[in-house]
Each structure stands twice: as C-alpha cells, then as structure tokens.
C-alpha cells in the first residue's frame, strides 16, 4: 500500500520494541525517516540498524526516559520538525 509518505519525517516513542518498533517498521516501509526514542541505547541501536538494512530511510535513535523533567525538549531539539508523532511512551504503575 503507498500512503504518498515518501520522506515523511517520523517521531516514534517507545520505539525499540513492541508496538512502537512495528509501527517504525511499517513507517520505514513507505520511505519514512524514523526517529527512534526510548529508554535503553542498546535496543535502540539494534532496532535502527535492522530497519535500516532492510529499507533505505535515515534511522536516528534517541536513548531518553521521558518520565524526566526536560527529556521531552531534548527529543524535540533532536528530532527538529517532524511531519507526523506516534506517542507510543507509557508509564503504567504496577498493579493498574
């Protein structure tokens, strides 16, 4: 399917694994450049350079937990503009 979102530029959190990293997957797919954010540098990294050795998209990864105070400045001066945000951080206290 061609969503006409060729170059889009993408701002994925929660993005390494899971439902973030499909959904990063699908966006790579249609020739989106991704930006990758979440906790752990390492699973970042793994994910971008899968995605980048099956798709010709720029990968940036983003290593920040946003439950802290500034990281959501941080990721918007990293990432710059975005043209589309998938919010797909959560924080969901045990027991809920």
Same mark, same amino acid.
């Given at each position: 399917? +061609? &969503?006409? &979102?060729?170059?889009?530029? /993408? &701002? @994925?959190? %929660?993005?390494?694994?899971?439902?973030?990293? !499909? @959904?990063?997957? =699908?966006?790579?797919?249609?020739?989106? #450049?991704? #930006?990758?954010? !979440?906790? *752990?540098?390492?699973?970042?990294?793994?994910?971008? +350079? *899968? @995605?980048? =050795? #099956?798709?010709?998209?720029? /990968? +940036?990864?983003?290593?920040?937990?946003?439950?802290?105070?500034? *990281? !959501? %400045?941080?990721?918007?001066?990293?990432?710059?503009? @975005?043209?589309? &945000? /998938?919010?797909?951080? %959560?924080?969901?206290? *045990?027991?809920?």
């Amino acid at each position: 399917m +061609d &969503l006409n &979102l060729t170059g889009k530029s /993408v &701002l @994925i959190t %929660g993005g390494s694994k899971g439902l973030g990293l !499909a @959904i990063a997957w =699908r966006f790579a797919s249609e020739g989106c #450049h991704l #930006h990758l954010a !979440a906790r *752990s540098p390492a699973v970042l990294e793994d994910a971008a +350079d *899968s @995605i980048r =050795r #099956h798709y010709p998209v720029k /990968v +940036d990864t983003i290593a920040v937990d946003l439950a802290q105070d500034g *990281s !959501a %400045g941080r990721v918007t001066q990293a990432c710059g503009d @975005i043209d589309i &945000l /998938v919010n797909n951080a %959560g924080d969901i206290p *045990s027991g809920y």
